[in-house]
């Protein structure tokens, strides 16, 4: 069936250092989102990509889609203790609800 | 706060019980799930309404039925559970249109213990 790999598992990062996630799938996507997952917390959105080779920007984060549409990556500049969090891809591979498929998740942790 | 609520935050149940998981959204959506989230694994999709009929059901085990009596209230009936089923289970909504799943507004979650 349908996956999208997301790696890596983990990354630890001293405050400051930049931070990338990528996420593969091995069907061409419809579209791609993030989400974040605070400690304890539940996954809460970040954004939305659709065009092939899309790059949005939200203040220190830039996100990617491919040119093929199977591919993406989160970076993150300068990383803060705030960044702290699991950071989710989850890709579209459209038709009926639910074709929304989550990759394993970044965990992201941040030395001060 | 997110217009999704759960309830209970932590449940805690034996293998013969048998409990309710409640959603709620305030948020007007058209599309409401259930989702899954044990340690190591993807977030793994269980249930999909739409407009109240239930779209999706990813092979999940009969000891669990959703029930969705409207578009704003999901809910997810337990029994004879495995501890294998302990997990974060979260419920999202999201405005669905012409099958493009939406940005998914999630709940705290459940947090659920079998003994």
């Known amino acids: 069936g349908q996956q999208v790999m997301q790696i890596p598992q983990y990354q630890h990062v001293q405050e400051g250092e930049d931070f990338t996630t990528y996420c593969n799938s091995s069907?061409?996507?419809?579209?791609i989102q993030w989400y974040k997952q605070r400690p304890g917390g539940h996954p809460v959105f970040l954004i939305q990509?659709?065009?092939?080779?899309e790059v949005k920007k939200q203040k220190r984060l830039t996100f990617q889609f491919g040119e093929a549409k199977k591919n993406s990556s989160l970076h993150i500049t300068a990383t803060q203790t705030t960044d702290v969090g699991t950071y989710f891809c989850?890709?579209?591979?459209?038709?009926?609800?639910?074709?929304?498929?989550f990759g394993k998740g970044t965990k992201l942790s941040v030395k001060p | 706060e997110t217009g999704v609520t759960q309830t209970p935050r932590h449940l805690v149940m034996g293998m013969t019980n048998k409990k309710s998981l409640k959603c709620e959204q305030h948020?007007?959506?058209?599309?409401m799930y259930w989702y899954k989230q044990s340690a190591k694994k993807p977030l793994e999709l269980m249930f999909v309404?739409?407009?109240?009929?239930?779209?999706e059901n990813n092979s999940v085990p009969s000891r669990f039925s959703p029930e969705c009596p409207n578009s704003s209230h999901l809910f997810l009936h337990l029994h004879t559970l495995q501890p294998e089923d302990s997990a974060l289970y979260l419920c999202?909504?999201?405005?669905?249109?012409?099958?493009?799943?939406?940005?998914?507004?999630f709940g705290e979650g459940s947090r659920l213990t079998v003994l």
């Open positions: 989850a890709g579209g591979y459209g038709g009926s609800q639910g074709n929304l498929i």
């Open positions: 948020l007007g959506h058209n599309a």
């Open positions: 309404y739409s407009l109240e009929e239930r779209v």
């Open positions: 999202a909504s999201s405005q669905e249109s012409f099958g493009n799943t939406g940005e998914l507004f």
């Open positions: 990509l659709v065009k092939s080779g």
């Open positions: 069907t061409t996507l419809s579209n």
